[in-house]
């Protein structure tokens, strides 16, 4: 049974740095989409970064460009997101998903990956 972990969400100042965690267990082969997803209170879920193929393609919605970066360990079978200049809105719960294929210039905005994970909530104060 295929089961994504979350950790490393926290609550921390705006500037600041967090770095989350996506332990990936259950599959016997790397996923072609994977990538992260954050929901804040009372609006919808969105992507915030994408990681497709072996790791060499990444994409990110514009709200974060220059602050997150998306990474991946096969070997290990996690996924991983470097959130640096953190500001009060990037708050909210953030999810790992993943995909076995994907249409990758599409996947982050269609939000309908079929594994997730259980979240992480992330806070940023001002």
């Known amino acids: 049974q295929v089961q994504l972990v979350e950790s490393g969400g926290g609550s921390v100042q705006a500037g600041g740095s967090l770095r989350l965690s996506c332990a990936v267990s259950g599959y016997s082969y790397t996923p072609a989409c994977m990538g992260w997803f954050r929901q804040a209170p009372g609006k919808e879920r969105e992507g915030v970064a994408g990681i497709y193929g072996r790791g060499i393609t990444t994409a990110y919605t514009d709200s974060v460009k220059g602050r997150f970066t998306i990474s991946r360990n096969n070997a290990k079978n996690t996924l991983y997101l470097q959130m640096n200049s953190l500001k009060p809105e990037d708050t909210g719960m953030y999810y790992c998903?993943?995909?076995?294929?994907?249409?990758?210039?599409?996947?982050?905005?269609?939000?309908?990956?079929?594994?997730w994970g259980q979240g992480t909530q992330v806070t940023v104060s001002s």
């Open positions: 998903a993943f995909d076995w294929a994907c249409a990758s210039t599409t996947w982050l905005a269609n939000k309908q990956a079929n594994y």
